[in-house]
């Protein structure tokens, strides 16, 4: 089928509809960074830009039977700005839903697939208020919406990214059947040894992250640089990180990707926040600083935190852009376009950091009826 991919980003979510047989027929970003990199890429039409000024004529968008958007989060999120109205927050996007539903509304594509981060779920003055909106605007529209809340790490990925997709039917269609979807629990997903094989094959090699022999992801493999007398001095990367994330069977010697626990100072903040200005979100003052158990890497944000770190008991340094790349899915073969592009790591990083997890994406458009 065709599809249109709205908010794409650097457009990961047109790059699962399309590994699952569906054909792009365009995209809309305003991004520089996002639309430079999408402009060399084959086969995904044109952009057209920002989304509101489509909105004020629908009808210069070609024809497409799946309308996807990965509309901005921070207006629902506890991480971002949230607010017991994220619609009104037009500084971070949260208009955009009410500028698609007039797309929607003259298009009147068969289906329509959205992603948002799981609080939209618990947005608004109560839980669920937010959410109900948003199926109450799409059924106005003749939509009828079923969801899930997958999380990346099911889905062949070392990151624990779980996010709220929704699939929208035309009525008068049968209904297709896209949920539930269980994801295929990767080997290299698993806990404890394993999950540390899945973060070790993310990890990049070279200054950059260049180098690599191959493995089950474009590359997804580490270069051993030196010959070390004991296991503990194995060297991955001329920046001398030693050791990176592998079996290190015995004694904890591996490196470990760390995290933030609320402790009760912090949940008062947020609670101290909420009561004065009415923005929801968890701030990151007094949380305790403590290694992951589970042996998975975060969920990626655009800003930095302290789970996109990796700490071996000496050595703290923060993942780098090939590996961001590689935890959402990305091929090795798109970051080496976009370096060659002279986009900034901070650019890539927000990149990546605000993209959906190919594989995930994927696994939903492979259960799309064909044309």
Same mark, same amino acid.
């Given at each position: 089928?065709?599809?249109?991919?709205?908010?794409?980003?650097?457009?990961?979510?047109?790059?699962?509809?399309?590994?699952?047989?569906? $054909?792009?027929?365009?995209?809309?970003?305003?991004?520089?960074?996002?639309?430079?990199?999408?402009?060399?890429?084959?086969?995904?039409?044109?952009?057209?830009?920002?989304?509101?000024?489509?909105?004020?004529?629908?009808?210069?968008?070609?024809?497409?039977?799946?309308?996807?958007?990965?509309?901005?989060?921070?207006?629902?999120?506890?991480?971002?700005?949230?607010?017991? @109205?994220?619609?009104?927050?037009?500084?971070?996007?949260?208009?955009?839903?009410?500028?698609?539903?007039?797309?929607?509304?003259?298009?009147?594509?068969?289906?329509?697939?959205?992603?948002?981060?799981?609080?939209?779920?618990?947005?608004?003055?109560?839980?669920?208020?937010?959410?109900?909106?948003?199926?109450?605007?799409?059924?106005?529209?003749?939509?009828?919406?079923?969801?899930?809340?997958?999380?990346?790490?099911?889905?062949?990925?070392?990151?624990?990214?779980?996010?709220?997709?929704?699939?929208?039917?035309?009525?008068?269609?049968?209904?297709?059947?896209?949920?539930?979807?269980?994801?295929?629990?990767?080997?290299?997903?698993?806990?404890?040894?394993?999950?540390?094989?899945?973060?070790?094959?993310?990890?990049?090699?070279?200054?950059?992250?260049?180098?690599?022999?191959?493995?089950?992801?474009?590359?997804?493999?580490?270069?051993?640089?030196?010959?070390?007398?004991?296991?503990?001095?194995?060297?991955?990367?001329?920046?001398?990180?030693?050791?990176?994330?592998?079996?290190? @069977?015995?004694?904890?010697?591996?490196?470990?990707?760390?995290?933030?626990?609320? $402790?009760?100072?912090?949940?008062?903040?947020?609670?101290?926040?909420?009561?004065?200005?009415?923005?929801?979100?968890?701030?990151?003052?007094?949380?305790?600083?403590?290694?992951?158990?589970?042996?998975?890497?975060?969920?990626?944000?655009?800003?930095?935190?302290?789970?996109?770190?990796?700490?071996?008991?000496?050595?703290?340094?923060?993942?780098?852009?090939?590996?961001?790349?590689?935890?959402?899915? $990305?091929?090795?073969?798109?970051?080496?376009?976009?370096?060659?592009?002279?986009?900034?790591? $901070?650019?890539?990083?927000?990149?990546?950091?605000?993209?959906?997890?190919?594989?995930?994406?994927?696994?939903?458009?492979?259960?799309?009826?064909?044309?």
């Amino acid at each position: 089928m065709k599809i249109f991919s709205f908010c794409s980003g650097m457009d990961n979510m047109g790059l699962g509809f399309r590994n699952a047989g569906h $054909t792009q027929v365009g995209w809309s970003e305003i991004n520089k960074a996002s639309i430079l990199l999408n402009s060399q890429i084959n086969n995904i039409g044109e952009n057209y830009g920002d989304l509101r000024t489509i909105s004020e004529d629908p009808t210069i968008l070609p024809d497409f039977d799946i309308a996807c958007a990965g509309l901005p989060c921070p207006a629902f999120s506890i991480a971002g700005k949230r607010t017991s @109205n994220p619609f009104d927050q037009k500084s971070v996007g949260g208009d955009l839903f009410h500028h698609l539903c007039k797309i929607i509304r003259v298009k009147k594509p068969r289906y329509i697939f959205l992603e948002q981060v799981k609080g939209v779920l618990s947005s608004g003055r109560y839980k669920g208020e937010i959410f109900s909106q948003i199926l109450s605007g799409l059924s106005e529209l003749g939509y009828d919406c079923q969801w899930q809340v997958l999380n990346t790490k099911n889905f062949g990925l070392p990151q624990n990214r779980e996010r709220c997709f929704i699939v929208g039917h035309l009525r008068g269609i049968p209904r297709p059947e896209i949920f539930p979807i269980t994801g295929e629990t990767n080997p290299f997903t698993c806990k404890s040894q394993s999950a540390k094989t899945a973060v070790a094959r993310t990890l990049a090699g070279g200054s950059d992250g260049g180098a690599h022999t191959g493995g089950n992801h474009s590359g997804m493999t580490i270069i051993q640089i030196n010959n070390p007398k004991h296991s503990n001095d194995r060297v991955y990367s001329d920046q001398g990180i030693s050791p990176t994330i592998n079996s290190c @069977n015995g004694g904890n010697r591996q490196p470990f990707v760390l995290t933030e626990v609320r $402790t009760e100072e912090a949940k008062q903040i947020r609670r101290s926040i909420k009561e004065s200005t009415g923005k929801d979100h968890s701030p990151r003052r007094k949380k305790d600083i403590v290694p992951r158990k589970d042996g998975l890497v975060g969920a990626l944000t655009a800003s930095r935190s302290v789970e996109q770190n990796l700490y071996d008991g000496k050595q703290l340094r923060r993942l780098t852009p090939r590996e961001f790349f590689r935890l959402q899915g $990305t091929p090795d073969e798109i970051f080496d376009l976009a370096k060659s592009l002279n986009i900034s790591d $901070t650019a890539l990083f927000n990149m990546a950091g605000n993209s959906v997890s190919v594989p995930v994406i994927q696994s939903i458009a492979e259960k799309f009826p064909g044309e």
